[in-house]
């Protein structure tokens, strides 16, 4: 009987070591495929091996990414915030989640401003207006800089307050694969926790992922009542010109500076990705000197058609000549791709990540400060 009971509870241990282990290195749980992804200018993700030796679960933070069950088991208690266009949300979208009026990623910077120049565009992916605005000498770079930059404290916390997010709920922030692929859906998740909000998740795949389960849509807005939201902004989250411009001097040598950009843009064959519609808003092509390491942020992707992000050992082997008890600070173009990238150091347990939000749109126009690798 003892050796009965004893096997019994060894079976149940092994089957219970085995769903951790499953659930917490993103084995794929859904049930079909979704839809494809628009990937100009970026091809297939590539395969990563070389899993580093002393890494270690224990590292990382899997619980920043959810899935559709876990949205589903904590319905009512979790504030849900779908991050596509109003128009998107409206046609369909999770049950119980909010929107913030507009694309998260747009609506938390000043892109008023240039709307009084370009006019108002035809959707949140009309892009057109800004070029030509740009190519005709009617846009400055100094507003279009403007518009790119984070709003003001005050301004995201009426922003959150408005929405009824509070800093006391779990908060899931979700889009589609237009915004997944270009990293915009993570932009929320930076910004919430550079204001101190101290658990924002990501539903891995977005919209097309709660699709792929067959789970149903809601076309009735959902709003919560106004809340208090009072920032507690982390500095450290957010790295300035000047620390990089230290770290570039080598007068900071133990933060690591990554780049986050495509092998074409580090290289500086390119200023911008190819077909970028901010092509024509950068002077220069190169990269920041004493760049640790380059990780196209799109490689983090398992393919190019369902966005989900890769395993997180094969994560942390991208990343494996990093010290994740060193200051991380990322870099792209327009800060979209880095908050993305910020979200896997997030997830995989570096001590300190940071953006540098100004980016190469910045750097690369100004002429005093040094660039490697480009002209």
């Known amino acids: 009987m003892k050796t009965t009971l004893w096997t ?51 590292d990382a933070n899997p619980d920043l990414l959810v899935r559709p069950l876990d949205i589903e088991r904590n319905r009512g208690k979790w504030i849900v915030i779908d991050c596509r266009d109003k128009a998107s949300y409206d046609e369909g979208h999770i049950p119980g989640a ?51 930059s984070l709003r003001a404290v005050e301004d995201l916390e009426k922003l959150f307050a408005r929405a009824g997010v509070s800093r006391d709920k779990t908060v899931v922030v979700y889009s589609d694969s237009r915004d ?10 930076f910004t919430l926790e ?8 990501i539903l891995d ?40 411009l230290r770290i570039a001097k080598g007068d900071l040598r133990d933060v690591q500076l990554v780049d986050s950009r495509l092998p074409v843009e580090f290289s500086g064959e390119r200023p911008v990705p190819p077909g970028h519609f901010l092509e024509k808003a950068v002077d220069r092509a190169g990269r920041i000197p004493n760049t640790t390491l380059n990780v196209p942020h799109f490689q983090q992707f398992v393919d190019m058609e369902t966005l989900r992000l890769k395993k ?39 001590k300190d990540p940071a953006i540098y939000h100004d980016s190469w749109i910045v750097w690369g126009n100004d002429t005093r400060l040094p660039i490697e690798g480009g002209s």
């Open 180 to 189: 997944i692929l270009p990293g915009y859906h993570a932009v929320p998740f």
């Open 312 to 350: 997180i050992p094969a994560l942390a082997a991208m990343y494996r000549e990093l010290d994740k008890n060193k200051r991380t600070v990322l870099y792209c173009y327009i800060a979209n791709r880095i908050s993305f990238s910020y979200f896997v150091l997030r997830l995989l347990g570096f």
């Open 98 to 148: 909010i929107s913030l009026g507009g694309r998260c990623h747009a609506v938390m910077r000043d892109t008023e401003k240039i709307i009084p120049i370009v006019g108002k565009m035809e959707s949140d992916y009309d892009f057109e207006p800004i070029k030509k605005a740009l190519e005709g000498g009617r846009l400055d770079r100094e507003t279009l800089l403007g518009s790119l």
């Open 8 to 58: 019994v509870f060894v079976v149940v241990a092994v089957f219970l070591g085995l769903v951790i282990a499953y659930s917490q290195t993103g084995l794929p749980e859904r049930p079909g495929g979704a839809g494809k992804a628009v990937a100009a200018g970026y091809g297939k993700g590539a395969q990563v091996t070389g899993v580093p030796a002393n890494w270690s679960m224990a």
């Open 194 to 201: 550079y204001l101190g909000h101290p658990d924002v998740r």
């Open 205 to 244: 795949g977005g919209i097309e992922e709660w699709k792929a389960y067959g789970k149903p849509l809601d076309t009735n807005e959902h709003k919560l009542p106004p809340s208090v939201f009072k920032a507690q902004v982390a500095r450290q989250r957010l790295a300035t010109t000047d620390e990089v």
